[in-house]
């Protein structure tokens, strides 16, 4: 995605994970997860460059909790901006980036929420 053209969406990604996922898993999810992603939610409006820099997507690694109902070893939720093109095709869009990471850190039980609301960004520089 374009510097100008990304830097006005950034995609939030939040990883919730089980204790028994390794260190080592969670290495890899943290380097392939902002390309995968960027694959992922990749439309004509925002168009992929592959010239990603740090900040481009934002990825949060939550561990769970005694208490929370989860079973899955890893909930990845991506939180980008709605846009027709990214909405007609979500559910391959999730199946794309799930592939990606069960490629990436092998057999573990995965799932992928892709949420696309109306949404706006700003940050300081």
Not at 77 to 95: G, I, L, P, T
Request: some cysteine.
């Amino acid at each position: 995605m374009s510097r100008n053209n990304y830097r006005g969406v950034v995609p939030i990604v939040d990883v919730a994970h089980q204790l028994r996922v390794t260190e080592d898993q969670l290495r890899i999810l943290a380097t392939m997860l902002p390309h995968a992603v960027s694959l992922a939610v990749e439309c004509p409006e925002e168009p992929y460059d592959g010239d990603l820099r740090p900040g481009d997507v934002i990825v949060r690694f939550l561990p769970c909790s005694p208490f929370d109902s989860a079973d899955l070893d890893l909930l990845i939720e991506v939180r980008s901006k709605w846009f027709a093109s990214r909405a007609e095709d979500r559910n391959q869009r999730c199946e794309q980036l799930r592939d990606a990471v069960c490629e990436a850190v092998g057999p573990l039980s995965i799932g992928v929420y892709l949420s696309l609301p109306v949404a706006g960004w700003a940050q300081t520089d």
